[in-house]
């Protein structure tokens, strides 16, 4: 197993969970019958969803007026394009 430290090992998962590189993850990652790349999209994936159901949840009557479809295609689309600066959700 590598050695990495607990700082560089979170600084690689934030990194990876917003799209960027995850090489230093994926040496890390047991596979178990799923290759590790696609066991990291898995948590992006969450991560996205958890995200944009918080915005829906945050703006109901812009939702209401735009419409299901059209406000969780704009969520998942800001999700993606502005990527959280913080831990927390509320923030």
Not at 60 to 74: K, W
Not at 77 to 88: F, N
């Amino acid at each position: 197993m590598t050695s990495i430290t607990l700082e560089r090992l979170q600084h690689a998962f934030a990194a990876c969970m917003i799209g960027e590189s995850d090489e230093d993850l994926t040496a890390l990652v047991e596979g178990r019958g799923l290759a590790p790349g696609d066991r990291l999209q898995v948590y992006r994936n969450m991560m996205a969803a958890n995200f944009t159901e918080a915005l829906c949840a945050a703006y109901p009557m812009t939702r209401r007026l735009v419409g299901d479809a059209f406000m969780e295609a704009a969520c998942a689309r800001y999700v993606r394009h502005v990527p959280s600066t913080a831990g927390m959700l509320q923030a």
